[in-house]
């Protein structure tokens, strides 16, 4: 889905380059819902939720809300939304070489 893609796109070369942290990177998201909710259905609920209501009452890294501010609020539909709460349950976010392995497939997908 390219809208997906665009967001991963903007998101770990922003937070893999490492050159300016503007938030947590998207494999300590991962950890953080990881170790808060389970099962799947669980953390992609939770993902989802936040992704569509970026609050701070229900955010889980609060430290991250304090250091960078809240996350901007995208336009998701639902669909897109579970597309991507989906995909980063499902996708190793967390080894160094997941956007050099990742992005090809996404690019060949869309
Ligand atoms: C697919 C794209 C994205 C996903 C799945 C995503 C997801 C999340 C999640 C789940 C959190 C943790 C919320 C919590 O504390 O419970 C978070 C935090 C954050 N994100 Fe994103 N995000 C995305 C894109 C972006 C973009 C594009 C930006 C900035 C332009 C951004 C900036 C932030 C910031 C500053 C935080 C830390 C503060 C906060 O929790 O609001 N995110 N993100």
Same mark, same amino acid.
């Given at each position: 889905m390219a809208t997906r893609l665009k967001y991963f796109v903007f998101y770990t070369i922003g937070h893999w380059a490492n *050159? =300016?942290? =503007?938030?947590?990177?998207i494999a300590e998201i991962k950890s953080a819902y990881l170790s808060e909710y389970s099962p799947a259905e669980d953390f992609i609920a939770a993902v989802q939720e936040f992704l569509v209501n970026p609050i701070t009452e229900s955010a889980i890294m609060k430290e991250s809300v304090s250091n960078y501010g809240l996350m901007p609020k995208m336009r998701l539909q639902l669909a897109q939304s579970n597309a991507i709460a989906s995909y980063l349950i499902q996708t190793? =976010? *967390?080894?160094?070489s997941c956007f050099s392995d990742e992005y090809p497939k996404e690019q060949a997908r869309v």
């Open positions: *050159e =300016v942290n =503007v938030a947590p990177t190793q =976010v *967390e080894i160094d």
